[in-house]
């Protein structure tokens, strides 16, 4: 097993594309995203409300990176470009990966 860092990103649906493709450029080689709901200082968000394109659905996007510092640079960017006027929460965690070529790290 190789330590490695998950970076968890839950924001509004409409930023998944944006925000994936930051995630990418800034060097990570892959995420996955699911729709999820929950509360927050913005209100409630559930599935069930969401619009029928699912626009105003919540997303939840992990990624994992070669370390600390890589999530903290992408952290730092997605607050920039995107939560002054949309809702998000961004957090890391350590985590153990097998098949450590798979996410850059050695």
Do not use: C
């Amino acid at each position: 097993m190789f330590a490695a860092t998950k970076l968890i990103i839950i924001t509004e649906r409409i930023l998944l594309d944006k925000i994936t493709a930051l995630v990418e450029e800034m060097g990570a080689t892959g995420y996955t995203y699911s729709a999820v709901g929950g509360k927050g200082s913005r209100g409630k968000r559930t599935q069930s409300r969401a619009h029928v394109s699912g626009l105003q659905a919540n997303v939840k996007i992990e990624v994992v990176v070669s370390g600390h510092d890589v999530a903290e640079k992408i952290a730092e960017a997605l607050a920039a470009r995107f939560f002054e006027h949309y809702s998000g929460i961004v957090y890391v965690e350590a985590v153990e990966i097998l098949r450590p070529a798979k996410f850059r790290v050695e």
